[in-house]
């Protein structure tokens, strides 16, 4: 193996090895060229002796043939031919007659077959000429009419062996000259390479680390200056060197940088990642090895429309670099936002064969911006959800208002904006408003306003600078204090009648020191307790001593408490002058301290009758409070308002315990607890609804929002039916209701119908809605545009069931089973039953799907739309150039077959007549006899599949002439019948080739099954004009097959696909065991010149 390795690098490896090569590759090069030359030409001189021998022979031959042949001598022509053997080198002669038929034969069995593929003319030809065989053709001519032929072959044997002579001859002096010319090689070439191997081992001795090293060579020959050049570029080598270790530190460096503040990915051309850093992992939390290989598509987030991303490759793909924002979806399915730029890496052609994106993790700024942008509409619906006039002004002009403002002011947006903010303001009061508003006085302060109808009304102004989109505005608020100053006037008008009132009070008006006892009883007291106003004078402190010794403790702390609550409600007995028990409601009504004495005015209402009748109450409730503590979601009440319109549950189910977090007893006792639960916005709602109902005595029946136990809003139903009692109070019996789940469904149910709605209105498909009779009720106005008309004008009019393109029972046996139809139809505008703008067929794709109520019965349809006639006739264009390549190929293909395979075919025939007098065993004739029949067989079938993929241009040949020959080429079974009509006239109607073409490719298509599969024994063919059509009908009474289950097969595809090429229509109709019918109807026009492309 070692010296094996050590020749070759000596032969291949030095140049020296290589001048010794190329010396032996040029010798030997040149002396098999003059090899060559001399063999062609000797070749070529024997061969043309040869061919002047068989010439000369077939045509003397020809002419001792002539009065044999018109003799009509057979035995006489075999003479001659038995002759010709004699004669060296000769392989067989024929004499045939003028129609090849042969008279004679060197091979007597071929005596009577006849001689293929005679030329066109009467002259004498070479048929073969080459180094076994030289093979002429001459005609026998008598008076310049032929009546014969003449072939005679002769063999090249001699030939061949003297050119084999040659051939060993320059061998061995092309041998002797790559000898000597490598020996001269090798001497020369020793002494040429010497400085160039000085060179190689300078070479040798840098590749092995020693890079200081210089060659020492001089002169000015070659090996000089390669030398100097070489010196010279170890020299800049080492400098390449060093800046490129230098550039090398510095792009680690940035890379290092940019890892550490980026997110990093490079993809290839196609969008797939290469390669990415490790921010770019634990952003997306994917590993590497889940991201290489794969697209940025394993991050979509679903947020950015399509058209984002169609944009993007544009960019990108033209070479340009793209900045901009993503919502990315990381692997544990959170989103994050990233700044991002694309680069793309361009070949030398300008063409981007890799990109770079660079991206900065922006989620929190993100985030900032929508709190933002949530705080901004949060405080717009606040501002426009308030009673107050707000203003935006700058310099005194105002720039926006809200809402409150119009209604309040009857001045628009528009008008209002540029005003300034005086002009609210009465002409009185406008100098103290702008002095207020140029010094930033914050203070509320009250002035007049004025409307836009020169109405006034009192009202409250407050101000501040604030900083809002982008600029320093001053907000006003201003409060229409009517109401106020009205109560203000009216509490005047009160204070002079409420001593007038305090006398005449059914409740005891009172006030007590708790240093000095009672000091002040209204007149009712003597009528309740039956002590005069003027004894309890005397006896300041009999009240408190007449308290109930179990209520002494609960009063004197409330009392007490006064001091620093400032209120108190209170419920005690009282014993009166004779000795009965009263309960009393005590209520302090104001009350002031001086030094350290409490004065308290009180207000005290005998309630004797009332806790009576709550204890009536209270006993008949206990019937109700088993049923009412099983009511599901539930809480039966009980509320009582008194005479002096103070509100009192007396009754709660035990439910409301677990809905208030408070017992019975508790919320009883403060029926606060229930109104203070009910959402602030609701409460005004309530107390309104609560009025009227007490007002009306009719019944209360809200709806609101409450916060149970644990602090959950919830929705309610409250139901009350109201009720007086004897003694002038009412009392509402009611149930409360949880419904929060019905509230979340009926929002759920408003939002998808909000959802439904914009999706239907503003979807790019039409919609067309119909009710359970088809007829339509609603469209969108994608569907007007698709069917170009006013769907308004249809709604209610227009019924699905007439629809030409629904007449079909079929489609509504579908429908009805709750099957949604999907389909495809052409309209012609012109022949639509309403207006329309459209122009030109249109190729519409229908989804007919059911609406089913909950027992599954239809309630309407719903009818998605498409407008496909771009796609259509793009089918259409792409369906014309594949058959066209199709026509293409199959002439080619026909071609090849007859051009060259049958010729093939033709000449194994002929060669293997050639071998037929070889053959003497009665085995191998039958063989022979044998194979030449079954070639002859696949040349005819050979034939008729050529004619079959290349027929003839329908410009020159007949359709019935060509429907014919198809058929012929089938070679139906002799028990077949099949008949083909064609009644056409192609004087009135001139049929395009491209309509014949695509005519005969469905027939020849549909025979092909038929011969296939149909086991048919008839076939029936008419083709004929029927009104303004061209109807084929082919049918057969074969077994038949299941359309639908070959309703996508090639064939009834590529005829269906024929027949719309010519604006045709294509139905197939067959079931198992019944036989096949196709129908082709195309129209056509009258007494036109129709020209078209042949394909």
């Known amino acids: 193996m070692k010296m094996e390795k050590s020749f070759k690098n000596i032969l291949f490896g030095t140049l020296r090895g290589r001048l010794i090569l190329n010396v032996v590759l040029i010798h030997a090069v040149m002396m098999t060229v003059f090899i060559a030359d001399l063999t062609i030409r000797q070749r070529a001189v024997i061969i043309e002796r040869q061919e002047e021998d068989v010439m000369a022979l077939s045509n003397n031959l020809s002419i001792n043939a002539a009065e ?18 004699t004669y060296p080198e000769m392989n067989f002669t024929i004499i045939t007659d003028n129609t090849g038929r042969i008279l004679a034969h060197s091979d007597k069995s071929r005596i009577g077959k006849q001689l293929l593929e005679l030329p066109d003319k009467a002259q004498q030809v070479i048929i073969n000429k080459t180094s076994e065989l030289v093979d002429a053709l001459t005609p026998v001519m008598v008076d310049g009419k032929l009546i014969g032929w003449v072939r005679i072959g002769l063999g090249q044997h001699k030939v061949s062996k003297k ?73 800049v080598r080492i400098r390449s060197r060093i800046e490129l270790e230098e550039k090398n530190k510095l792009l680690e460096d940035y890379k290092f940088a940019l890892d550490q503040s980026a997110i990093t990915a490079i993809t290839d051309k196609d969008g797939i990642i290469r390669s990415v850093n490790d921010a770019f992992c634990k952003i997306s939390k994917y590993n590497k090895e889940e991201l290489i290989g794969n697209t940025h598509a394993i991050l979509y987030s679903g947020y950015h429309p399509q058209e984002f991303y169609d944009e993007l490759v544009k960019t990108i793909s033209s070479g340009k670099i793209w900045s901009g924002e993503f919502k990315n979806k990381a692997k544990d399915g959170k989103f994050y936002w990233t700044i991002a730029t694309i680069i793309p890496f361009l070949n030398p052609d300008n063409k981007p064969y890799q990109y770079l994106t ?32 707000i203003f935006f002004s700058e310099k005194g002009i105002c720039i926006e208002q809200n809402q409150t403002a119009e209604r309040m002011f009857g001045y628009t947006n528009e008008e209002a904006i540029g005003r300034y903010g005086t002009e609210w303001i009465v002409p009185e009061d406008r100098e103290m408003v702008m002095k207020n508003m140029l010094r930033g006085f914050e203070e509320p302060y009250e002035a007049t306003a004025l409307k836009k109808d020169g109405t006034t009304f009192p009202c409250m102004l407050r101000g501040k600078m604030m900083h809002y989109k982008g600029r320093n505005v001053r907000v006003t608020s201003l409060t229409d204090i009517t109401e106020r100053k009205e109560a203000e006037a009216s509490l005047i008008k009160s204070e002079n009648r409420y001593r007038r009132l305090v006398e005449n009070a059914p409740d005891i008006v009172y006030t007590f020191s708790n240093k000095r006892g009672g ?12 002590y005069s106003v003027n004894y309890l004078y005397e006896h300041p402190n009999l009240w408190n001593e007449s308290i109930h010794p179990s209520d002494q403790e609960k009063v004197t702390k409330i009392v007490q ?6 209120s108190f409600e209170v419920e005690y007995r009282i014993k009166d002058a004779n000795g009965n028990w009263h309960w009393f409601y005590d209520r302090a009504i104001g ?77 009883i006792n403060d029926s606060s607890i229930i109104y203070n639960s009910i959402h602030k916005d609701d409460r005004q709602y309530a107390a309104d609804k609560e009025e009227a109902s007490f007002r009306n005595m009719s019944e209360f029946n809200v709806e609101l929002r409450s916060y149970n136990s644990v602090g959950e809003l919830r929705w309610l139903h409250v139901r009350s039916t109201p009720r007086r009692l004897d003694d002038g109070r009412i009392v ?33 498909i039409g919609k067309l809605v119909f009710d359970k009779n088809a007829i339509l009720i609603k469209a969108n106005k994608q569907s007007e545009e698709i069917f170009g008309t006013d769907a308004n004008a249809l709604i209610g009019v227009f019924n699905l069931r007439k629809a030409p393109n629904y007449k079909n029972p079929e489609i509504w046996e579908r429908l009805d089973h709750g099957f949604q139809v999907e389909h495809e139809i052409e309209i012609d505008p012109s022949l639509m039953p309403y207006p329309t703008t459209l122009k030109g067929l249109r190729y519409l794709h229908l989804i007919t799907t059911p609406i089913s109520d909950m027992v599954s019965k239809n309630i309407g349809y719903i009818i998605q739309v498409d407008d496909i006639t771009e796609k259509k006739l793009q089918e259409q264009k792409i369906s014309k150039a594949i058959i066209k390549t199709q026509e293409e190929e199959r002439y ?18 002929m060669n293997l007549g050639m071998l037929n007098k070889t053959l003497k065993l009665t085995t191998d004739k039958d063989r022979y006899n044998e194979t030449k029949r079954l070639i002859k067989l696949a040349i005819t079938d050979i034939r008729a599949l050529s004619h079959r993929l290349a027929p003839a241009f329908f410009s020159t040949t007949k359709l019935e002439d060509a429907f014919k020959n198809l058929i012929h080429t089938f070679h139906f079974r002799n028990d077949i019948k099949i008949t083909l009509r064609i009644e056409i006239n192609t004087e009135k109607y001139n049929l395009s080739p491209q309509l014949q073409l695509n005519l005969y490719r469905i027939l020849q298509e549909q025979l092909s099954n038929i011969y296939k599969h149909a086991n048919a024994s008839i076939v029936d063919i008419d083709i004929r004009i029927a009104g303004t059509n061209l109807k084929m009908i082919v049918m057969d009474n074969g077994i038949g097959f299941d359309i639908q289950s070959h309703k996508d097969g090639i064939g009834i595809a590529n005829m269906k696909r024929r027949a719309e090429m010519v604006s045709g229509k294509f139905e197939i109709i067959s079931t198992p065991g019944n036989g096949c019918l196709i129908i082709i109807n195309i129209p056509v026009e009258e007494n036109k010149e129709i020209e078209e492309e042949i394909i």
């Open 358 to 389: 660079i991206q900065f993790d922006i989620t929190e700024r993100k985030k900032a911006e929508e709190e933002i942008e949530e705080s901004r509409e949060k405080y717009k619906g606040l501002s426009e959800a308030t009673f107050e006039s």
């Open 892 to 909: 080619e293909i026909g071609g090849e077959l007859h051009d060259n395979v049958c010729q093939i075919l033709v000449a194994a025939q």
């Open 519 to 530: 000091i002040y009883y209204s007149s009712r007291v003597e009528e309740v307790l039956g």
């Open 732 to 764: 509402w019996d009611g149930i409360q209701t949880d419904i929060t789940e019905r509230k979340n469904m009926e929002q759920v149910l408003l939002e998808d119908e909000q959802m439904l709605k914009t999706v239907f209105e503003e979807s790019q």
């Open 561 to 566: 408490s006064f001091q620093n609550e400032r």
């Open 591 to 667: 009350g002031q301290n001086i030094d350290d004495e409490i004065l308290i005015e009180g207000l005290a209402t005998d309630i004797t009758e009332r806790k009576s009748a709550e204890e009536l109450i209270k006993e008949k409730s206990a019937q109700l409070e088993i049923l009412s503590n099983n009511l599901p979601e539930s809480m039966i009440y009980q509320l009582l308002r008194d005479v002096d319109g103070r509100m009192k549950f007396i009754y709660v189910s035990k439910k409301a315990e677990e809905i208030f977090g408070k017992t019975v007893d508790e919320i």
């Open 68 to 85: 044999w042949i018109l003799a009509k001598d057979v035995e006489g022509l075999q003479e001659l031919v038995d002759a010709e053997k």
């Open 163 to 235: 050119l084999d002579e040659i051939i060993v001859d320059g061998i061995l002096y092309t041998l002797a000259a790559i000898f000597i010319g490598s020996l001269l090689a090798w001497i020369v070439g020793t002494r040429f390479t010497k400085r160039l191997y000085d060179i190689q081992n300078t070479i040798n001795a840098v590749s092995g680390g020693d890079i200081n090293i210089r060659t020492k060579i001089t002169g000015i020959d070659e090996a000089a200056v390669l030398a100097k050049e070489f010196n010279e570029m170890l020299d």
